[in-house]
T-cell receptor
Framework: GAVVSQHPSRVICKSGTSVKIECRSLDFQATTMFWYRQFPKQSLMLMATSNEGSKATYEQGVEKDKFLINHASLTLSTLTVTSAHPEDSSFYIC?????????????FGPGTRLLVL | AQSVTQLDSHVSVSEGTPVLLRCNYSSSYSPSLFWYVQHPNKGLQLLLKYTSAATLVKGINGFEAEFKKSETSFHLTKPSAHMSDAAEYFCVVSDRSGGGGNKLTFGTGTQLKVEL
């Protein structure tokens, strides 16, 4: 149980275009999802916390207008990288927490590799 | 505030020998602690977690970790390494100060290499 999927797994796009990444909890409902960014050989950096039905909370230094997050249902959150540039190339990973009191274990998706040319 | 220090960026062991990956934490609250493993170009898989129950936590694939409050440590061990254990390991602390949606703070990771 507690499987999280991401789509696409890899995406290559031209500079200036927008890219949407989907994160789905397959066998549980997730009131909270998280988006992380990971640079090569580095740890994960939290970008934002996404709560179903409300606006995402962004970490300091993360541009909310550039990284649009929508958590429209209990099983789906999307991250849209708008007007992507080469410096946005990275590994984006989402995670989800099953609903219910005292739940805190995050289950991670397999990640999306974004390359902006 | 919370933080995690993984003392070794790289660990190399021979197959069949014990594994020790060290982790120290700092937290203002009673922490939850996790170890995750990441294979190349993959997401993170939960190995085990400590949430204030038994201090010796057993996880998947033969890994275990012991929570030592006096030493603020949560080291990961395995009696006998296997080639498939080669991966990046992250020690993680959870901020339990707020209600649901607790933030995770990641260590910088330890790359485990297993040699024949």
């Amino acid at each position: 149980g507690a499987v999280v999927s991401q789509h696409p797994s890899r995406v290559i796009c031209k500079s200036g275009t927008s890219v949407k990444i989907e994160c789905r909890s397959l066998d549980f409902q997730a009131t909270t999802m998280f988006w992380y960014r990971q640079f090569p050989k580095q740890s994960l950096m939290l970008m934002a916390t996404s709560n179903e039905g409300s606006k995402a909370t962004y970490e300091q230094g993360v541009e909310k207008d550039k990284f649009l997050i929508n958590h429209a249902s209990l099983t789906l959150s999307t991250l849209t990288v708008t007007s992507a540039h080469p410096e946005d190339s990275s590994f984006y990973i989402c995670s989800a927490i099953p609903g219910g009191a005292y739940q805190e274990t995050q289950y991670f998706g397999p990640g999306t590799r974004l390359l902006v040319l | 505030a919370q933080s995690v220090t993984q003392l070794d960026s790289h660990v190399s062991v021979s197959e069949g020998t014990p594994v020790l990956l060290r982790c120290n934490y700092s937290s203002s609250y009673s922490p939850s602690l996790f170890w995750y493993v990441q294979h190349p170009n993959k997401g993170l898989q939960l190995l085990l977690k400590y949430t204030s129950a038994a201090t010796l936590v057993k996880g998947i694939n033969g890994f275990e970790a012991e929570f030592k409050k006096s030493e603020t440590s949560f080291h990961l061990t395995k009696p006998s390494a296997h080639m498939s254990d080669a991966a990046e390991y992250f020690c993680v602390v959870s901020d339990r100060s707020g209600g649901g949606g607790n933030k995770l703070t990641f260590g910088t990771g330890t790359q485990l290499k297993v040699e024949l």
